[in-house]
C-alpha cells in the first residue's frame, strides 16, 4: 500500500544546511510535496515538485527526486531558528486531492 | 483572501455529546477533505469530497460523518464522541486535478473526556 517514511528528529545549528529526507512507496505520484508545520499552526505548503523533475530550487530551498529509488529530500540552506518546525513529506493517495504524509521530521534550530 | 476557516479552533466536549466541526473554503474549490493528525501518526485523511453531494471515506473514516450539500461547507460531525477522537484535525481544499495547490484551515484541537 501507499506508505511514507521519514526521519522524525533533525538537529542543527544555525547557519548550517538541513537536509530532511523521506522515502515513498506510489511511484504513480504525479506530485510530491514538502509541507512545514510551526507550533500550534496549520500546514503550510514549502514546495512541490512534478515526478518527471530531478530537482526544484526555490530560495533557500533546493528539492531532489531520486525516483528509481523512491527518495524525496529538502535541503535547506543557510538554516533559521525561524525554520525551526514540523516538516512533512507527501505523495498523491488513491484519489485526486487525497495526500498521504508521513510521520514528519521536527527540525530543531540551535543558535 | 484566499482562506479554509474551521469552527471551533480549540474544544473540549464529553464523550457522547454530539458536535460539528465546521469547515468553509472562499475559493470556488471543488474538492474537500478533512484529516486528522495524532503524535507519531502523522496525518490521516478522514472523508474527502469531490463536489457537492459527493462524498468518500478517507483511511479513518469511523465515528465520523460528513456532508456536503454547499460547494463551500463540508462539516465533520461526531454524532456520538469518543476518547480516541481526541485529536487535533485540519480541514484542506483544492480544485479539482492532480498538482492543484491544496489549502489547509488552522486546525482544531478537539479533546474529548
Request: hydrophobic residues 30%; glycine residues 8%.
Given at each position: ?70 527518495h524525496l529530500s529538502l535541503r535547506i540552506a543557510d538554516t533559521q531558528t525561524g525554520d ?28 | ?113
Amino acid at each position: 500500500g501507499e506508505d511514507v517514511e521519514q526521519s522524525l528528529f533533525l538537529s542543527v545549528r544555525e547557519g548550517d544546511s538541513s537536509v530532511i529526507n523521506c522515502t515513498y512507496t506510489d511511484s504513480s505520484s504525479t506530485y510530491l510535496y514538502w509541507y512545514k508545520q510551526e507550533p500550534g499552526a496549520g500546514l503550510q505548503l514549502l514546495t512541490y515538485i512534478f515526478s518527471n523533475m530531478d530537482m526544484k530550487q526555490d530560495q533557500r530551498l533546493t528539492v531532489l527526486l531520486n525516483k528509481k529509488d523512491k527518495h524525496l529530500s529538502l535541503r535547506i540552506a543557510d538554516t533559521q531558528t525561524g525554520d525551526s518546525a514540523i516538516y512533512f513529506c507527501a505523495e498523491e493517495g488513491r484519489s485526486q486531492g487525497n495526500l498521504i504524509f508521513g510521520k514528519g521530521t521536527k527540525l530543531s534550530v540551535k543558535p | 483572501e484566499a482562506q479554509v476557516t474551521q469552527n471551533p479552533r480549540y474544544l473540549i466536549t464529553v464523550t457522547g455529546k454530539k458536535l460539528t466541526v465546521t469547515c468553509s473554503q472562499n475559493m470556488n474549490h471543488e474538492y474537500m477533505s478533512w484529516y486528522r493528525q495524532d503524535p507519531g501518526l502523522g496525518l490521516r485523511q478522514i472523508y474527502y469530497s469531490m463536489n457537492v453531494e459527493v462524498t468518500d471515506k478517507g483511511d479513518v473514516p469511523e465515528g465520523y460523518k460528513v456532508s456536503r450539500k454547499e460547494k463551500r461547507n463540508f462539516p465533520l460531525i461526531l454524532e456520538s464522541p469518543s476518547p480516541n477522537q481526541t485529536s487535533l484535525y485540519f480541514c484542506a481544499s483544492s480544485l479539482s486535478g492532480p498538482g492543484n495547490t491544496i489549502y489547509f484551515g488552522e486546525g482544531s484541537w478537539l479533546t474529548v473526556v
